[in-house]
């Protein structure tokens, strides 16, 4: 009888411990399960994330042409490594459906941080919270309006001028309007055309001031003063040289790429 007790009371604890045992693997083999898939997702997310930021796009193209041409998106700009296209960022702003096709069956946020804190911050794409929320960050370039900065050419000035004047040239024509954009406001400004030679000194501005141009030629461009200006060619009607002078250059940015199921 006292046998049969003891085989029976280690019957019961051999059980208790094979089930405490399978129990732990079955934990364990969860756990390993849910690092694995988590594994997986974080190297799609991080693949999917680089081609999206490395990568300008199929075409290349893509955010001046209809949506159903678009077969994945991209922000580089050709031509430039480590830069991203402003014009290609406002396009996901705007369409933000399109992250879909390089972020399959997850839920996307974009967040452009730009170093410089007078530029606000850049959201495109949902809103996500929750659990499971990966963030991946990553420098960049951002190149903003700097695209519509034109070349200034310095060569000898048609006019006599004093010390602390900067002259330039550029060519312009009808199918754009001009303005000049000023970091500074202090200094003055003169502009002069091949068919009209202008008398005034203006007082610059910080910001954009339009410049009186029609018909194609060459204007020249007379600076006072020690103050950045430069000269952008917008498409008419652009309403962008309302930005502030900032925006005409490039700009080192951190992007967010935050994704969840």
Not at 214 to 226: E, F, K, Q
């Amino acid at each position: 009888m006292i046998l049969s007790t003891d085989l029976l009371l280690s019957l019961i604890i051999v059980a208790v411990i094979l089930g405490t045992s399978a129990e732990l693997m079955d934990i364990q083999e969860r756990r390993l399960s849910e690092e694995f898939r988590e594994g997986h997702v974080d190297q799609e997310v991080t693949a999917a994330a680089e081609i999206l930021i490395k990568s300008p796009g199929d075409p290349l193209n893509w955010e001046k042409i209809p949506l159903s041409a678009c077969k994945s998106p991209g922000l580089a700009v050709p031509g430039k490594r480590g830069v991203i296209s402003y014009e290609k960022f406002r396009k996901l702003q705007s369409r933000p459906e399109i992250l879909g096709r390089a972020f399959h069956g997850m839920k996307v946020q974009l967040v452009l941080r730009p170093v410089n804190s007078s530029i606000s911050p850049l959201v495109a794409g949902e809103n996500i919270s929750g659990d499971e929320v990966s963030v991946l960050r990553r420098p960049v370039n951002c190149n903003f309006l700097s695209d519509y900065v034109i070349k200034l050419n310095k060569a000898v000035c048609p006019r006599t001028h004093g010390e602390n004047w900067t002259c330039m040239n550029f060519h312009f024509n009808s199918s754009m309007d001009y303005y000049l954009i000023s970091e500074t406001q202090d200094g003055s400004w003169v502009l002069d055309t091949d068919l009209n030679r202008s008398c005034d000194e203006m007082d610059l501005i910080y910001g954009s001031i339009k410049l009186n141009l029609t018909g194609d030629g060459v204007a020249w461009l007379h600076v006072h003063g020690s103050g950045r200006v430069s000269v952008v060619a917008l498409p008419h009607g652009s309403r962008d040289y309302l930005m502030p002078p900032d925006y005409f250059h490039v700009q080192p940015c951190i992007i967010e790429v935050i994704t969840a199921p």
